[in-house]
Structure formats: structure tokens, C-alpha cells
């Protein structure tokens, strides 16, 4: 067994809310937090066994129950169990259940104590070695209290039921969702009734029980859930009810005191039949709780949930058993609201506000994930808001954006504050601190609009043999040099007529469409020569197609090293760690690298692609407290985990850069540092990653330095890009006679979105 986890309280430090004005110069729509959806989480005593993951769970009288199963690697079986807890005493028993390696999936329990679970029973007959005959079956499994099994039904032969794709528990039983059947039980395995469902019927994926007891099912219509109202003795569905919100943005539970509870990445929501909004009950975030998903949660009352989690790390996964207690309304403190609004709330973002809110005694910030207004119909509709609250001046205080195209709008409006005037005041960091190119990317006339924490690096690499010490070239240069490419060797390694276009927008989006001013140049002489090229390529379907069609033994190991074989003279290449450095250096190309990247007209080929962006709302009445936030990204403490791609502070960057000298390496058991050789298959012989020279890794620290722009993307005008160009790729058309009308309709679209 598991060692026990120990009855603790984990305090909620400073929970708070603003009574006064917020960040924005008048008090803005995100700069408060409701004092009724703040709770106290108390961590519960959870015995599991060893290496146990579970898959189902349920609760009934008090008491939790856990199906999963635990794996041995050394004798290769699986061991399904079901944990019963106690969630007031802590006490907990588990259950063998099933047969080894059998994939059980449901579990109810009875008030008597004893539980039936679901699970595909294999068999395999090899009476003949050479043609061995697999079987399975779906069975129903009884337990009695003492954890026994005294039955076991065939349900696949009894009736035709082969999963369950849901559940609902009615006294003494329950009720089977399959695909095509709706089956009911008594808790004795006996089938009471049973229907088969039309095609029209089928696919319920979800049963519910509503605070008045009574039953609806799911399932998917064309836009959304639908729900209708199910009678337990007739298996017959009736009423359709109306949902007023759309519930497939949410995970949706049952529990007591609403007709469902739903949950997104921030929340619970407590939702009645006919109500017009869901009412919003406890927030994770203002609550300084790091959970973004709870694998089980239930509402004992109106003031108190239960519910577990779970979170990984390198030793494996790890289960909390959680009562959340609501905290009066009054015992809240005070502090001021900064909002930050993002598009989606990374977990690494979540957990970085919960930290500076326990942390902090002056601010709190809360958050707004604009996803959640994403709706079936409209998939952009977060974005859209979040797009025009940022431009009224209304939106949050602090924006978070996964990418930089957001950003480059925000900032050519003047939306922005100034952080550099922070930063040159700032006890802790300098300009000196932070990359300079990053510094560079992140500027406007001298004035830094925005952060990038971490960032990767993208390219298009080739050998220093053939293009020297080049770092990029413009698309004239580019056409020339193809002028003498050998017979049978392509410019760019797997490249088609969508791909090129796509890796060319990222370093040059600016030259097409001109952020500040809103102007487009797609009848420019330049772009008249990217079409001129993507003319030789051919589209992505057909590439594809004509490269390895239906041949199965395809040598992708081949393919993927026509740089370093001579038959191509660039290829595609983002830098996200040193790993991937070491891999294209020493087997994608095998010499020492030139960085061409993309061309475009200022011939620097390559760009930076952040791993998210922050800005702070020129409209902040507090930019001061929202540096206070923001600040936090560039020191030591948050530089020196593991975040993803390459840190942009020096310090950071240095330190990365020493990993380049290193074999890789593990630590083992004992706490020890083991270093090994990683390898790869290149022609048939193993070559192994040799670590880099002091000299290679002052050729890639002086390519980074040499990175400067963020990148870019020009998604939205692509598709009128090929539907317009298509008559002169199939030659019915002049380059010049496209040009135009691209130019006219791209002009007439950025217009209309501004």
C-alpha cells in the first residue's frame, strides 16, 4: 500500500476582494470577485494502493468509491480494485474485483454494502498455437459486503449488451445505456426490462439525476446537448427541456440542491431546467486552488462539495480526496482587483496567479477566460470579445495571449502601457537582465510593449558548406539561387504550395499587412514572386500523394535526412530546446549549420515564437500593481523551472545554453546524476549526439542574439490567397490579374475586421 496521505487543512492565504475602484481609471467589469464563491479546501485521509490509477467514481452513504487498477511491470498484469473510503472517519478498504487484466468500467454500489461492476471479460483459445481464437464478453460482476463475488452475468448473451457507454443507479438497481439498447437491473443481476433504440434513439452519452429525483438522458443533436426527459419503469424518453446556456462547454455532474452542476477550467455552476443563466457557486482560482478539473465532484449541501483530483510528477501520478468548505462572506479580505483576461487558461498561468495571490497582501488578481464564451455555433466567439473588450478599454488590466498577432494589433492601436518605464525602475531587473533581441522583438519606437517569458526559435537550416554565414535572403535571392540547384535537388526538404506560403507569413506577415496603418501589398512585386514559386510546388493533398501514396515501407529515416544526404538544401526547423538543437546539428544536417529561415525583404530569415505574450492596458489606473504581477515572470524563481523553450533572461539563457556541452542525463533513485549517450540510425549505423564544442555553442548563442522579430501569422487571408490564385496556378490567369484582386478583397477584409 501507498503511504497515507496525512488529515490535513491546507489554508487559503488571503483570500480577498476589492471593495473599492480596480485597475481600469473607472472601476472596469472584472475588477471584483463574488465573496460567495470562495472556499476552503481541507485535504482528506486517502489510502490507495501502489501504483493505483483510477476510472470510475461514485459516492453513496458517505463513503467513496474508486474503481481502477494497478499494473505490475514485473509479471505484465493488470489488477482491477475498487477503494471504498469513509470520508468522514478516513477508513478505506480495497477490493480485488474482476479478472486480471480485464478492463472494468463501472462500478454501483447498494445500500446493503454490496456493489456490482461492469467489466469486457477476453479469452483467448490456443488449442491451436498457430490460429489462436480470441473471445470476449461484457459481464456484470455481483460483491457483497464483505467484498465476495457471489454472481456473475454474461450480459453480451443475456441481452446484446457489449459496453456501457452510461449509467443511471434507481432503487434496488440500475438502468444500462449501450449504443443501440437501454437494459434495467436489480442489484440481484436479474434483467427486469429491456428496449432497443432506433437509430433516432441512440447515442445517449449521459444520464442525470435533478433535485427533484426525476431522470433525463443526452445526447448529441447538430449544435449542441440535448436533453429529454427518461421514465425509469417504461424505459421510454419524453419532454425535450430547453437549455438556456450551452451545456457542451461545460462538464456536466448531478448532486444535490440543483438539476445539475457545471464545471469549466475556472468553476462550479449550479444550473436549474428554465433558469436564464447557471448561478456561479465556488471559483477555483479566487479560492487560491491550483485544481483546474476535478476527476469526481459532489455537493453534500448547499455550503460543502467533495470531490477528488489528480496532478502528476516525475514520481507518478497522485490522488487528493477534497472537501471544499464555502467561507463566510464577511471573513474574506480585502485587497485590489487586477484582472487578467487570456483566451484559454494555461495551467501554467493558473498556477502562477494562485501563487502570487497567496503571495501578495496588496493585490489579488482575477481571472476571465474568455473560452468560455465560445459557443457550438461560434467557435471564435472568446476571441472576438476578448478582441473588443482589450479594444474599448473595458477588457481586463493584464492580457495574456498565446501568440504574437494579437498582440502586434493591440500595441499598433496604443493599447498598451510602457513597461520599460517599470523595468528601469525595478529594484530587482534591468534591461541588462532580459535578452536583447527578445528586448528588440518586444519594442515600438523605443518603447516596450509587452513580455515574453520563454520562447523558441523558428528557422529553416541548412549546411554553413553551401550557404556560408547567411542568415537569411530575400525571395529575388531565393529565386536566383534555384537557378543553379543541381537536377533532383529540392530547395526546401518537404515542402508543398500551403506549407511554403504558411512559413513565410510567420517572418514576413508585416510586409503584407501593415498593423499600424491597416494597408495591405499584395499586389507588391514581391508577392507576385511568392506566387511565381508556389506555382512550382504542388498542393499539400497531391504532395503527399505523389510522395509515398500506399507504400507502406516508405524510409521516412531517409527521407527526414535529405538535408544531411545533399538532396535537399534547407529544411523547416524549430528550436524549442537544446535536444532539439543537438538532434538537427549532429543528424538532420551532420555539419555546421547556416540559418537561412524564409525570405522576406529585410533577409532575416528567422523569427522569435513566444510561449505566451503579457501586456498591461494602457486604460490601467494601476500599472504599477500590474508590474508587480508581470515582473514576477522575469525572476529567478519562475526563469528556473522547466516552462518550455528557451528562457529570456540572460541569466536563464546562459544556463541553458552550458546543457548544450552535457550528455544527457537522469536522476536515479539514489539521487545520483547519470549521464548517457543518445543516439540515433542514420544509414544503418548508430550515431550518437556528441555534446557541442565551446565554438558550436557560440555559432547558436550568436544565431539567437541575431533573432529579433516575434511571429507572425496571416491566417485569416490565406484561404483568399488560394481561392483566388488558383486560376494562375492552373495557368488560366496572369500573376497580375490575381494580384489585384487578392489586394482588393485582403484590403476589404482587414477593413471590415478592424
Known amino acids: ?75 505484465y498484469i493488470q489488477t482491477s480494485q475498487v477503494v471504498i473510503t469513509d470520508i468522514n472517519t478516513g477508513e478505506s478498504k480495497a477490493v480485488k474485483v474482476g479478472k486480471e487484466n480485464a478492463w472494468v ?4 454500489p447498494f445500500e446493503d454494502g454490496s456493489f456490482i461492476i461492469f467489466y469486457e471479460d477476453y479469452t483467448v483459445d490456443d488449442t491451436d498455437p498457430e490460429n489462436p481464437i480470441y473471445n470476449s464478453r461484457f459481464v456484470a460482476e455481483r460483491y457483497d459486503a464483505s467484498g465476495k463475488s457471489v454472481k ?56 442525470y439525476k435533478l433535485k427533484d429525483s426525476s431522470l433525463v438522458v443526452s445526447k448529441w443533436g447538430e449544435k449542441e446537448q440535448e436533453f429529454y426527459r427518461f421514465n425509469p419503469d417504461t424505459l421510454e424518453t419524453g419532454e425535450a427541456l430547453k437549455a438556456t446556456v450551452n451545456l457542451s462547454n461545460y462538464s456536466v455532474m448531478q448532486g444535490a440542491g440543483y438539476d445539475l452542476y457545471l464545471t469549466d477550467s475556472t468553476q462550479v455552476l449550479g444550473y436549474n431546467f428554465g433558469d436564464a443563466e447557471p448561478k456561479a457557486l465556488f471559483n477555483f482560482v479566487n479560492s487560491d486552488l491550483y485544481v483546474s478539473y476535478f476527476n469526481y465532484l459532489e455537493a453534500l449541501d448547499e455550503r460543502t462539495f467533495i ?13 487528493h480526496l477534497c472537501k471544499y468548505n464555502k467561507v463566510n462572506p464577511e471573513d474574506v479580505v480585502d485587497k485590489e482587483i487586477l484582472s487578467l483576461g487570456c483566451v484559454w487558461l494555461d495551467n501554467n498561468v493558473r498556477r502562477f496567479v494562485v501563487d502570487f495571490n497567496r503571495k501578495s497582501e496588496k493585490y489579488r488578481i482575477s481571472v476571465v477566460d474568455y473560452s468560455n464564451f465560445n459557443t457550438n455555433d461560434d467557435y471564435n466567439a472568446g476571441m472576438n470579445k476578448f478582441n473588443s473588450d482589450v479594444a474599448s478599454g473595458k477588457g481586463p488590466d493584464i492580457v495574456i495571449c498565446s501568440g504574437n498577432n494579437t498582440m502586434e494589433n493591440y500595441v499598433s492601436k496604443g493599447l498598451f502601457a510602457d513597461l520599460g518605464k517599470f523595468l528601469d525602475k525595478d529594484p530587482d531587473l534591468s534591461r541588462e537582465d532580459i535578452l536583447p533581441n527578445i528586448l528588440e522583438a518586444c519594442s515600438k519606437n523605443g518603447k516596450l510593449y509587452q513580455i515574453v517569458p520563454n520562447f523558441e526559435i523558428f528557422t529553416a537550416i541548412g549546411k554553413k558548406s553551401e550557404f556560408g554565414d547567411r542568415t537569411g535572403w530575400t525571395m529575388q535571392e531565393m529565386l536566383d539561387y534555384m537557378k543553379n540547384l543541381p537536377e533532383g535537388k529540392v530547395l526546401y526538404h518537404d515542402m508543398n504550395r500551403e506549407g511554403f506560403l504558411t512559413n ?65 538544401s534547407l529544411m523547416t526547423a524549430y528550436f524549442y530546446d537544446t535536444w532539439d538543437y543537438k538532434s538537427y546539428l549532429r543528424v538532420r544536417v551532420g555539419e555546421d549549420m547556416a540559418f537561412m529561415g524564409y525570405p522576406n525583404k529585410d533577409g532575416k530569415g528567422s523569427c522569435i515564437i513566444p510561449n505566451m505574450c503579457i501586456g498591461v492596458s494602457s486604460k490601467c489606473r494601476n500599472v504599477d500593481g500590474a508590474w508587480e504581477f508581470v515582473r514576477k515572470y522575469l525572476l529567478d524563481d519562475y526563469q528556473e523551472q522547466n516552462n518550455g523553450g528557451f528562457s529570456s533572461t540572460v541569466k536563464g539563457f546562459e544556463k541553458t545554453c552550458m546543457q548544450l556541452k552535457e550528455k544527457p542525463s537522469y536522476e536515479d533513485e539514489g539521487g545520483n546524476i547519470i549521464y548517457y549517450d543518445d543516439t540515433r540510425w542514420i ?20 544565431f539567437v542574439y541575431s533573432v529579433d522579430k516575434l511571429v507572425g501569422n496571416l491566417d485569416d487571408v490565406t484561404s483568399i490567397i488560394f481561392e483566388e490564385a488558383a486560376p494562375y496556378f492552373e495557368g488560366q490567369k496572369s500573376v497580375e490579374d490575381v494580384v489585384k484582386i487578392i489586394q482588393s478583397r485582403a484590403s476589404l477584409f482587414v477593413s471590415e475586421k478592424q
Open 504 to 568: 513565410l507569413f510567420k517572418v514576413s506577415a508585416a510586409e503584407f499587412i501593415d498593423p499600424k496603418t491597416v494597408t495591405c501589398n499584395f499586389d507588391s512585386d514581391e508577392f507576385k514572386a511568392v506566387l511565381e514559386y508556389m506555382k512550382t510546388l504542388l498542393p499539400e493533398e497531391k504532395f503527399y500523394e505523389v510522395l509515398y501514396g500506399n507504400n507502406e515501407d516508405f524510409d521516412w529515416e531517409a527521407y527526414d535526412n535529405e538535408v544531411r544526404m545533399g538532396k535537399a
Open 105 to 108: 468500467s463501472r462500478i454501483v
Open 152 to 207: 456473475l452475468e454474461d450480459l453480451n448473451e443475456k441481452c446484446g449488451i457489449t459496453y456501457v457507454n452510461s449509467l443511471a443507479v434507481v432503487p434496488n438497481g440500475c438502468i444500462l445505456f449501450s449504443y443501440d439498447r437501454i437494459i434495467r437491473i436489480d442489484n440481484e443481476l436479474n434483467v427486469l426490462k429491456k428496449k432497443e433504440l432506433s437509430d433516432s434513439e441512440s447515442n445517449f452519452n449521459g444520464v
Open 307 to 319: 470531490a477528488y483530483y489528480s496532478d502528476w510528477d516525475d514520481k507518478g501520478v497522485h490522488y
Open 683 to 702: 544509414g544503418g549505423k548508430e550515431v550518437t549526439i556528441e555534446p557541442l564544442t565551446d565554438a558550436e555553442v557560440e555559432d547558436f548563442k550568436n
Open 1 to 75: 500500500m501507498s503511504k497515507v496521505r496525512k488529515l490535513l487543512t491546507l489554508p487559503i492565504v488571503a483570500l480577498c476582494i476589492l471593495a473599492l475602484a480596480g485597475c481600469s481609471k473607472a472601476k472596469g467589469q472584472y475588477n471584483t470577485i463574488d465573496k460567495d464563491t470562495i472556499y476552503r479546501e481541507e485535504e482528506l485521509k486517502l489510502t490507495l494502493p501502489e501504483n493505483f490509477n483510477a476510472n470510475y467514481n461514485t459516492m453513496l452513504n458517505g463513503k467513496l468509491y474508486m474503481l481502477g487498477s494497478s499494473y505490475s511491470e514485473k509479471d
